[in-house]
């Protein structure tokens, strides 16, 4: 029985990684921007060929706008003809990440490297295609993780939320019980005497208990998700417990 749930532990996670790596670079987004039409061909025909693609496009410096990046993760700067990359460089948000591919210049890239400090470069070079793409797929992997986290913080804050109140609902289980009982009773009462009512009070009191008996099955009903609740959250615990004690099975 452990070894079972021990091996549906090693699925899971095997599951989460196989999808992780088919949609890591799925909502990602990259744009090249050269002048060069062999360097944009080079590496989107590369780029094409790996298994997680983000979305590509194409931008040359002539129709160059900061807009154009607004929405990118990633920029990969090739060569240019009028225009230095420090200029292009000064209109990209800071949370964007860059790939400079130029040649090697210490002193140039020296500086540009102290202004931007994300600044990546990969000099031109016969593997160049090859080292942009394994730097490039890392840093779209980081952009993605990064919209994940916040993602997920932004759901635990909501989870966060509903817990206040499924708590107060529970607390107050109680109170809304009695009120239901007192509710019930009252209509109940009236019913019973239904020669005294006109016809118009005797349908609105026999709505008012058909509503409090939905109210109250309503009520039962959340009792029962809270003890299935407790009892998944249980069976879940003890088998994180006994996960561990199956890698080291006795001898």
Not at 25 to 31: E, G
Not at 79 to 96: E, F, M, N, V, Y
Not at 197 to 215: E, N, P, V
Request: contains cysteine; positive net charge; glycine residues 4%.
């Amino acid at each position: 029985m452990k070894r079972r749930k021990f091996n549906s532990l090693l699925w899971r996670r095997q599951e989460r990684k196989t999808v992780r790596e088919q949609i890591s670079l799925r909502t990602t987004k990259a744009l090249i921007l050269t002048d060069d039409p062999e360097f944009a061909r080079l590496l989107t025909a590369c780029w094409q060929t790996e298994r997680n693609l983000p979305g590509l496009s194409v931008v040359t410096g002539d129709l160059w706008k900061r807009e154009a990046a607004a929405d990118r993760d990633l920029i990969v700067i090739g060569p240019l003809k009028d225009q230095h990359p420090a200029d292009l460089l000064d209109s990209i948000a800071s949370g964007t990440a860059v790939i400079l591919c130029a040649p090697s210049d210490s002193k140039e890239l020296n500086l540009l490297r102290q202004r931007y400090p994300r600044l990546l470069h990969i000099p031109l070079r016969e593997d160049w295609t090859q080292v942009v793409l394994l730097v490039a797929n890392e840093s779209l992997r980081r952009a993605e993780a990064l919209r994940l986290t916040r993602q997920a913080e932004q759901r635990a804050m909501q989870n966060a939320n509903d817990a206040v109140l499924g708590r107060y609902m529970r607390d107050m289980k109680h109170s809304m019980n009695n009120a239901m009982t007192s509710l019930l009773g009252n209509a109940e009462l009236l019913l019973l005497e239904p020669g005294e009512l006109s016809a118009q009070s005797l349908a609105q009191i026999k709505t008012i208990h058909t509503m409090a008996l939905r109210i109250n099955e309503i009520m039962h009903r959340f009792s029962s998700l809270a003890t299935e609740m407790r009892e998944v959250e249980t069976a879940s615990q003890a088998e994180t417990e006994e996960a561990p004690a199956g890698l080291f099975p006795p001898r």
